[in-house]
């Protein structure tokens, strides 16, 4: 990740077999972790993490344990745009896959609280609730004709899909939302 930048102090041990522990932060330039997550980012936004991890190398691992937070991110494709989105969670990273807990995201689009996990760095779930969620916004960034009415989404959400070489795969969406007449 040649533009983010990353500072870590901690202890080596055992240079034979070398592992160890370290204290850091991160600031990351979102087109790059886009790029490594294969989803399709815009605009410059800012991510930063900050947390404890380890390392080891006889057998091969490491172990990341923080707060993420991100301001000002978009997401762009043909199909879909959502932009100023801030969020903000508790990162746990290992060699079998990621967690966000405690997941706080928002923009212009509504709300969402919930949790996300991409195990084995290829089974996305995303589980949480949404709030605010407006039809009218939704539509405009699925660019959908506009619709002669307003509302607001609130409820419980899932989502799945697998993450490979080509980006989302097998994408699969649920919700048992109530839908609230926007003011």
Not at 26 to 39: G, Q, V, Y
Not at 41 to 53: D, F, I, K, L
Not at 159 to 165: E, K, M, N, R
């Given at each position: 990740?040649?533009?983010?930048?990353?500072?870590?102090?901690?202890?080596?041990?055992?240079?034979a077999?070398?592992?160890?522990?370290?204290?850091?932060s991160?600031?990351?330039?979102?087109?790059?972790?886009?790029?490594?997550?294969?989803?399709p980012?815009?605009?410059?936004?800012?991510?930063?993490?900050?947390?404890?991890?380890s390392?080891?190398?006889?057998?091969?691992?490491?172990?990341?344990?923080?707060?993420?937070?991100?301001?000002?991110?978009?997401?762009?494709?043909?199909?879909?745009?959502?932009?100023?989105?801030?969020?903000?969670?508790?990162?746990?990273?290992?060699?079998?896959?990621?967690?966000?807990e405690?997941?706080?995201?928002?923009?212009?689009?509504?709300?969402?609280?919930?949790?996300?996990?991409?195990?084995?760095?290829?089974?996305?779930?995303?589980?949480?609730?949404?709030?605010?969620?407006?039809?009218?916004?939704?539509?405009?960034?699925?660019?959908?004709?506009?619709?002669?009415?307003?509302?607001?989404?609130?409820?419980?959400?899932k989502?799945?899909?697998?993450?490979?070489?080509s980006?989302?795969?097998?994408?699969?969406?649920?919700?048992?939302?109530?839908?609230?007449?926007?003011?």
């Open positions: 990740l040649p533009k983010s930048a990353v500072e870590a102090s901690g202890q080596v041990d055992d240079l077999a070398p592992h160890g522990v370290f204290s850091g991160a600031n990351l330039w979102p087109a790059e972790l886009a790029s490594f997550f294969r989803i980012a815009a605009g410059p936004g800012s991510v930063q993490w900050s947390g404890n991890g390392f080891q190398t006889a057998p091969a691992g490491f172990s990341l344990a923080g707060k993420l937070t991100g301001s000002g991110l978009a997401v762009r494709d043909s199909t879909f745009e959502a932009a100023n989105i801030a969020l903000s969670g508790d990162l746990k990273a290992s060699a079998s896959g990621l967690s966000l405690g997941l706080a995201a928002g923009s212009a689009l509504g709300k969402f609280r919930g949790t996300l996990s991409l195990k084995d760095w290829r089974d996305l779930q995303v589980s949480g609730f949404v709030d605010a969620l407006s039809v009218q916004r939704m539509g405009a960034s699925v660019h959908a004709p506009s619709l002669p009415w307003s509302a607001n989404l609130r409820g419980p959400v989502l799945s899909a697998q993450v490979g070489s980006g989302f795969a097998g994408l699969v969406a649920e919700g048992h939302v109530d839908a609230q007449p926007a003011a």
